[in-house]
């Protein structure tokens, strides 16, 4: 008899390297967090703390010379409690093969790099329809998904090619393409940014009715924090590569317990608030991160002797669901 986990996917430790001219650097180095079934999760940060990169190497499509070096990528499938390690999956096998768009898929941020120029937008679906589902028509099946999601006149917009349709038209046909196959995971990087305020409000209202409907465990990266409080049931703050803290919606907007997680905050626009609360810096590249806590360096609170020398772990804040890697996290109020 089998028991599923609470837990759809388990990142723990996962650490990425990359050759360079620089030498061997880390753009994730050693970060774990957990989805939930049914849940959606938000990855936020600013440019450059990893986030897009998590979502590759969930699936597999790092580009090279990057590869995993350590760490667990632990999925556990429906109906079981045994779970599938995709960080040891070969790339390019049968069984990371059948997991993309079959089990785990991906809607990127701008669609018109990601779908093919040359093929219609309903070829492309009944392709990844073809591949995953058996016994399905795949071009009534892409048909019925484009309606699923809101595009108008579907069986006459499935003949379209990318470049004819808007920008959030090419979005909706990124994610019916993506539910095609009845994921259980859907990660989407970015899915808005380069849509209107209206547009983006239409796609994440569309995000949230599809995961209600279909059961299935949403992982949304994002860097805008009011997306963040409109869609998200857990957060998880990254930083230079690292989880910084993590904790539901609730934790993270009333009670942040890291630094940065409060900088963050302090930066959102707000009405009535004048002007942005700036974080000062920038995020660190990969191979010219500072010894001890990495956000030291931008740090209002930082120690030094200790902040500088020793790594932070993470620490509970209350609830073992709420933790935070900072030397002060729940001892300092921020």
């Known amino acids: 008899m089998t028991t599923e986990t609470a837990d759809l996917l388990k990142v723990d430790g996962l650490t990425v390297e990359y050759a360079s001219r620089l030498g061997v650097v880390r753009p994730l180095d050693g970060i774990s967090f957990a989805l939930k079934r049914g849940r959606t999760t938000c990855i936020v940060g600013e440019s450059g703390c990893g986030k897009s990169m998590t979502a590759r190497a969930i699936l597999q499509i790092l580009d090279p010379p990057g590869r995993i070096t350590a760490g667990h990528i632990r999925y556990y499938p429906t109906g079981s409690s045994a779970p599938i390690d995709i960080a040891t999956l070969a790339p390019t096998g049968r069984h990371m093969r059948a997991l993309r768009w079959g089990e785990i898929a991906m809607i ?142 609730q934790q993270i907007f009333h009670a942040p317990a890291h630094p940065y997680t409060w900088a963050l905050l302090k930066s959102r626009p707000r009405r009535g608030h004048g002007r942005l609360a700036a974080i000062p810096g920038t995020v660190p590249p990969p191979h010219d991160r500072p010894s001890g806590c990495v956000f030291r360096t931008r740090c209002s609170v930082a120690v030094p002797g200790l902040c500088d020398v020793e790594p932070p772990v993470p620490v509970s804040t209350g609830t073992e669901e709420h933790q935070a890697c900072c030397h002060f996290a729940g001892k300092t109020p921020l």
Request: proline share 5%; charged share 20%.
């Open 108 to 249: 990127f941020q701008e669609p018109m790099v990601s779908l093919s120029p040359v093929h219609s937008i309903g070829n492309q679906i009944a392709e990844a329809i073809r591949l995953h589902v058996r016994g399905a028509d795949p071009r009534a099946r892409g048909i019925e998904m484009l309606n699923h999601v809101g595009i108008p006149d579907a069986k006459h917009r499935a003949d379209a090619y990318p470049f004819q349709l808007s920008g959030g038209m090419r979005q909706r046909a990124m994610i019916a393409m993506a539910l095609s196959c009845h994921p259980k995971l859907l990660i989407a990087d970015e899915p808005t940014t380069a849509l209107d305020v209206t547009t983006q409000a239409n796609i994440l209202d569309l995000l949230r009715t599809l995961r209600e409907e279909t059961g299935m465990t949403l992982l949304f990266i994002t860097h805008d924090l009011g997306v963040v409080a409109e869609i998200a049931d857990e957060v998880v703050v990254m930083y230079a590569g690292h989880v910084v803290e993590h904790g539901t919606v």
